[in-house]
């Protein structure tokens, strides 16, 4: 009788951390064995990964403390019994509980700067970081914005790496959120940017009367309801209030639209981001020339209008 084959198709979460940790020596074991477990349980990535070996790296990279563009050498490196189990229990974490990746590390990476993540705070993948990369110049190409502000804050990732790439302006935080705010005053600590950068609790500018602002950045809750209620497992982690706008996802996004050239400079800039509702905000304002913005790294739905636009179509905004 010939041999049964061994089902290849279970996962080895079967068995218990001490037994795999004792069975991953160095370094390459690890990334190999989490990236098959990742493939295996299909898993959703989109909070800073895109694939399953992706994120294998991410996870082993963050657990060790090790940059991203580590020496390659070091994957022969054997590792200790701890960094095997918490390698082994981040792993089994990941895929039982669905928590994304930067939750479970408490960090994320946006425009080349570390920020500390939480659930309070949605997890920053915004291409917007290409914008703050190349310090804004399609709009100011002689001199950076002296103020900004980075509304629906979040955990301060756009401000705060703003205010990094550009260190001569100002920048407002703004969230509604006491807890994101919580987290994005750590974040402020962390990058030591206390004496040009601020948090205010105020829901969208209503805690930011008499401010003006050569530039006004804002990632808000955009998704509408059908995407929400169908949405990876992964996502229902983040706060909700940061993500669902109602039906067509322009709850928030109106408000915007129609309050912010108050707080803007005579030659100020919006730039906001509506993801995939972009095509409901073009059949929301037919008439209005958004300019939408293409990125080298992937992304849509980013847009840009000047305060002159939102003079111009003052009136379908109201």
Request: proline share 6%; aromatic share 8%; hydrophobic share 45%.
């Amino acid at each position: 009788m010939a041999e049964s084959l061994p089902d290849v198709s279970s996962s080895t979460l079967v068995l218990s951390d001490q037994a795999l940790a004792e069975g991953l020596i160095t370094l390459r074991d690890c990334l190999r064995w989490a990236a098959s477990e990742f493939h295996l349980t299909g898993l959703f990535y989109g909070h800073g990964t895109d694939s399953a070996w992706d994120e294998a790296v991410a996870l082993t990279l963050g657990a060790l403390h090790l940059p991203w563009n580590v020496d390659p050498a070091v994957l022969e490196a054997r590792l200790l019994p701890m960094e095997r189990a918490r390698i082994v229990a981040l792993v089994r974490m990941r895929i039982e509980t669905r928590r994304p990746l930067p939750y479970l590390l408490g960090e994320a990476f946006f425009a080349g700067f570390p920020f500390r993540v939480d659930e309070r705070v949605l997890i920053p993948r915004s291409p917007i970081a290409e914008l703050i990369e190349h310090g804004f110049a399609a709009w100011f190409p002689v001199e950076p914005p002296a103020r900004v502000l980075d509304l629906c804050t979040g955990s301060g990732c756009i401000g705060i790496a703003t205010a990094l790439h550009l260190p001569g302006c100002e920048v407002d935080l703004a969230d509604i959120s006491p807890d994101a705010l919580a987290v994005a005053r750590l974040n402020i600590t962390r990058h030591e940017v206390g004496e040009r950068v601020r948090a205010v609790e105020s829901d969208l500018f209503a805690g930011l009367a008499g401010q003006r602002y050569d530039l006004i950045v804002c990632n808000p809750p955009y998704v509408d309801t059908r995407d929400l209620t169908t949405m990876p497992a992964e996502f229902r982690h983040e706060p909700a209030l940061a993500l669902g706008a109602g039906t067509d996802g322009l709850d928030i996004v109106r408000r915007i639209l129609r309050e912010a050239r108050d707080y803007l400079t005579s030659a100020g800039v919006l730039i906001v981001e509506v993801g995939n509702s972009d095509h409901h905000l073009e059949a929301a304002f037919p008439e209005v020339p958004f300019l939408w913005l293409e990125f080298e790294r992937g992304g849509q739905g980013v847009f840009a209008l000047t305060a002159d636009e939102l003079d111009a179509h003052a009136a379908s905004f109201a």
